[in-house]
């Protein structure tokens, strides 16, 4: 295996800063999963050594009875607070930069954030939510947030 797998990004701050659980005492045989994801209170800096960005990110999985109402029989969320810094060449674009330190901290926020969940539900009699794997680079495009200086 080669050397160079490590990708020059580090965490500074990974934390759950919120959570909730809630499951109802008639599960059902039969429940579909609805998923919610979103992030907010992006900050991105960026300097002559390098840049960071920060951010909040917003999971939720929820089981519904397919058969009967559609009715919520579980749901767990978490909010996630990360913080990272990568080199960044000083003549590189700002757009490029956004993109790789979001895309970075959106799949890190998510990794955490579905680790904490698939834990939590995992102690309920309705067994661990294992979420589905998502397009990082997907959620960052539509972001414009501009770098501010340090």
């Not at 109802?24 to 960005?53: C, I, R």
């Not at 519904?64 to 919520?72: C, K, L, P, S, T």
């Not at 799949?107 to 955490?112: C, I, L, N």
């Amino acid at each position: 295996m080669s050397g160079d797998f490590i990708a020059p990004i580090q965490i500074v701050n990974l934390f759950v800063v919120d959570s909730d659980f809630h499951i109802e005492d008639s599960p059902s045989d039969n429940m579909d999963l609805k998923v919610d994801v979103s992030y907010q209170d992006v900050h991105l800096w960026k300097n002559d050594s390098g840049a960071h960005t920060s951010l909040k990110m917003c999971v939720s999985g929820s089981l519904v009875d397919r058969d009967g109402d559609a009715q919520e029989k579980m749901r767990a969320g978490v909010t996630v607070s990360i913080s990272v810094s990568a080199q960044i060449p000083a003549n590189s674009p700002d757009d490029e930069a956004r993109h790789y330190l979001l895309s970075n901290a959106i799949s890190m926020a998510y990794a955490h954030a579905k680790s904490y969940l698939m834990v939590v539900t995992g102690l309920s009699p309705m067994g661990a939510l294992t979420l589905p794997a998502i397009l990082p680079a997907e959620m960052s495009a539509d972001c414009d947030v501009p770098f501010q200086s340090e």
